[in-house]
């Protein structure tokens, strides 16, 4: 038995060059035991690579992974503790429900009772009761996808990796998709890895979060600490919505740090980590006040004037952009929560934004 | 796509030449063909259509349907030899780099280059006693009599003198022909499926925990199967009715029906015979075809049963 505390994947140092072009440089990662655990970033920074490794479909160029201890090095992906949800699902086409779910006990000579009894309790975890002799042709693409889940799980891995499982669904289903992962993930008890460009999926599912940006990890963190604590900038914009202002450090005092803004004026503000000593000031939308009357800064608030350029109305919430005074452009969400309150203000309105100084967080560039 | 009768000039000004061509060089030989079928030769060059079905009787003869028999066995091993070879060329030129796969398909399709009958020609010299194989065969002889010659075993196992082997005119050698010849046929619509076939479906199979072998046979060769049957009747149909190859390669135990219904034609000069040949061929032909078409929508009623 093995330490429970100990991670079950570990990277280390792990390095993928395609000639001169490094997909990932150097990450080193430890993902816990049980965990949910995404690898978010925009296309082409690497994320889909490493969970590729992680599977055995791509080589590293340099560096170790360890699988619950085990060096990976040279296993090829059929003898990994690991399976895979592929992007397309690939489902294979020629098999139906239950042979696509038996087929990987089956290669691996488990016995045909044993295996009878263990498709079928697949099936009925996904909740795909009743389509066992389907082909694939006759699901749905919801539906393929839970046979691509049942299919990896059945084989009990130590290790699912999901390649953008629900980018190929439409928004309701991918939202119910959502909450089944998570059910099953916490059913199972197995680790979950999940690569995806959608922030809202990885901050739903997600136990914590890896922020990768040109082969690097930025940040590591659980989702409200990366929301309300991103370190860069870039993470701060990624995740999010996020208006910013440029500042100049005047003194740093343990967590804090002395900062004057040409908009805001001095403040005191938090910073995102010890080795942030200079950066750009972060509000989030839903975090700035917004007031049609005579400004009435409360106590330490300081204030913004700007005038309204345009309003997206999405139902729940509208998110209004501005410009403000000196010409930077700022946006600022409002939820719409009584169904009889005064509509949006019109594009041209002037107004006044509040900002508290400990909404704001100095992140590094 | 809009529907051809939106735009009946369009649809026509396209279909015409074809149709025309197929009408005039195609549908009525063949329908001349089927006529004289049923005609009697009366005099050197004059054949009366009685509408007889002499001819017809006549294919019925114990040696010609023993050839019927041979053609079809012949074709069908020469099919089989072309798909087990034809399968992993098509796999390595799918899974070749992008750059690389035009120029191995080039070399797929260059014996089309050159003349069948040039190329039938150079199988020979290839294959005849004295030929290419038989002088790299007692190259290896001599060999391996020299290094047997220490041991002063070199008579004992390597005889007193080489014996080529006979490899033409015989079956064998038609068959390797025919191989040779068809292959491309054979390769082309199996590179066509499998360089379609999603790479994800392979990684998956070996995801779950197969070999690569397991995955050959549960995986591509299963979803490579439209790419199979097409490449099998682009070589059986040909096959079966080839004369050149057997005409040049085979000995006088290897005839075809092919070479026959060419002698009929030409030596024999019994046109309505020849035609009825011809036409008991078609049949078979179709026949085949038709059980193929009959296993498939078994096989896909039984899958939606």
Known sequence: ?365 | MESWRAQPAVFWAFVLPGALWLLLFFLVPLGLIWILAFGERVGPVQIDITWTMANYLAVFDPVYVGLFWRSVWVATIATCIALVMGLPVALAVSFAPDRVKPILLLLVILPFWTNILIRTYAMIAVLRTRGFVNFGLEYLWLLGKAFLLPFGLDEVVMGERFEPLTLLYNNTAVIFGIVYVYLPFMVLPLYATLDRLDRSLLEASLDLGAGQIRTFFSIIVPLAKPGIISGIILVFIPALGTFLISDLLGGTDSLLIGNVIERQFKAANHWPLGSAMSFVLLYITFAILALRAWLTSREEARARA
């Open chain 1, 1 to 365: 038995m093995r330490d429970v505390a100990a991670p079950i994947v570990e990277i280390q140092n792990v390095t993928k060059a395609y000639g001169k072009l490094k997909a990932v440089d150097d990450v080193s990662l430890a993902i816990p035991r049980n965990a949910f655990f995404a690898l978010l970033g925009p296309s082409g920074c690497g994320k889909t690579t490493l969970l590729r490794m992680l599977g055995g479909f791509e080589h590293t160029s340099t560096g170790r992974i360890l699988i619950d201890g085990e060096d990976m090095a040279g296993i090829q992906p059929n003898r990994r503790p690991v399976n895979m949800v592929f992007q397309s699902y690939a489902v294979f086409p020629h098999m139906t429900v239950a042979d696509n779910i038996a087929y990987g006990l089956k290669v691996t000579g488990v016995k045909r009772a044993a295996i009878a009894s263990r498709v079928e309790e697949a099936i009925a975890m996904v909740r795909l009761d009743g389509m066992a002799a389907r082909k694939p042709d006759q699901l749905s693409g919801g539906q393929r996808q839970r046979v691509a889940l049942a299919r990896a799980l059945v084989k009990r891995p130590k290790l699912l990796l999901l390649d953008e499982p629900l980018s190929a669904l439409d928004k309701k289903l991918r939202e119910e998709m959502q909450l089944e992962l998570v059910r099953l993930q916490t059913e199972v008890g197995i680790t979950f890895i999940i690569v995806t460009h959608d922030q809202e999926e990885a901050l739903g599912m997600a136990s914590e979060i890896a922020v990768m940006k040109e082969g690097r990890i930025l940040q590591i963190a659980p989702p409200r600490e990366l929301y309300e604590h991103p370190t860069r900038r870039f993470v701060a914009e990624f995740i999010g919505a996020s208006n910013s202002f440029p500042c100049e450090v005047l003194a740093i005092d343990g967590q804090n740090a002395r900062v004057r803004s040409p908009l805001l004026g001095e403040l005191t503000v938090e910073r995102s980590a010890p080795d942030v000593t200079s950066g750009t000031l972060i509000i989030r939308p839903e975090k700035v006040r917004m007031d049609f009357s005579t400004p009435e800064p409360t106590p330490g608030e300081a204030l913004i004037r700007g005038t309204i350029d345009q309003i997206a109305y999405f139902g729940d919430l509208s998110i209004v952009y501005l410009t403000a005074e000196d010409g930077s452009r700022l946006q600022c969400s409002r939820y719409n929560v009584s169904r009889i309150a005064a509509p949006d203000p019109r594009p041209g309105t002037a107004c006044t934004l509040g900002i508290h100084p400990e909404d704001l967080l100095l992140v590094g560039d």
